[in-house]
């Protein structure tokens, strides 16, 4: 049986980020802080925009009922070949990084309280490289099986 690259991504990226994310965001609305709420909003949102591109065979109905539970998702692991799952991954640890990138780039200015002169070349960076090592990752997971 092959390996769903798909589904071990999404367990293994974009789950800890959601929940990261909303641990995050309550803990900002709970403070009062209102527009880095908003900022673990639009992340959420991001979030779903990479999963929901990851199923291109399913509706938003079965993605609402649990993009790897719901029958649509089993009829959909059988149906990817291992080039369109690689096709799939790709844009997604793009995607992922350059959230990732941001984040740095947001924590670096504000928490830290670094200079826009270096927090954005160091959240450059951590996108390039992010996203640059799940692609690796996950690719070279892909040539293995």
Same mark, same amino acid.
């Given at each position: 049986?092959? /390996?769903?690259?798909i /589904?071990?991504?999404?367990?293994?990226?974009l789950r800890?980020?959601?929940?990261?994310?909303?641990?995050?965001?309550?803990y900002?609305?709970?403070?009062?802080?209102? %527009?880095?709420?908003?900022?673990? $909003?639009?992340?959420?949102?991001?979030?779903?925009?990479?999963?929901s591109?990851?199923h291109? !065979?399913?509706?938003?109905l079965?993605?609402? /009922?649990g993009?790897?539970?719901n029958p649509?998702?089993e009829?959909?692991a059988q149906l990817?070949?291992?080039k369109?799952?690689q096709m799939?991954?790709?844009p997604?640890? !793009?995607k992922? $990084?350059? %959230?990732v990138?941001v984040?740095?780039?947001?924590?670096l200015g504000t928490?830290? $309280?670094?200079?826009?002169?270096?927090?954005?070349?160091?959240?450059?960076?951590a %996108?390039m490289l992010?996203?640059?090592f799940?692609k690796?990752f996950f690719?070279?997971l892909?040539?293995e099986?």
């Amino acid at each position: 049986m092959r /390996k769903d690259l798909i /589904k071990d991504f999404e367990l293994t990226v974009l789950r800890p980020l959601f929940i990261l994310f909303v641990l995050a965001a309550i803990y900002l609305l709970l403070r009062g802080n209102f %527009l880095p709420f908003m900022g673990c $909003g639009a992340a959420l949102f991001y979030l779903g925009l990479i999963g929901s591109q990851l199923h291109p !065979t399913q509706s938003a109905l079965d993605l609402a /009922k649990g993009p790897l539970t719901n029958p649509m998702a089993e009829f959909e692991a059988q149906l990817l070949t291992d080039k369109h799952r690689q096709m799939l991954i790709g844009p997604a640890c !793009t995607k992922v $990084g350059i %959230l990732v990138g941001v984040l740095i780039m947001v924590f670096l200015g504000t928490i830290l $309280g670094w200079r826009w002169y270096f927090s954005i070349p160091a959240g450059c960076v951590a %996108l390039m490289l992010s996203g640059a090592f799940l692609k690796f990752f996950f690719t070279t997971l892909l040539r293995e099986e």
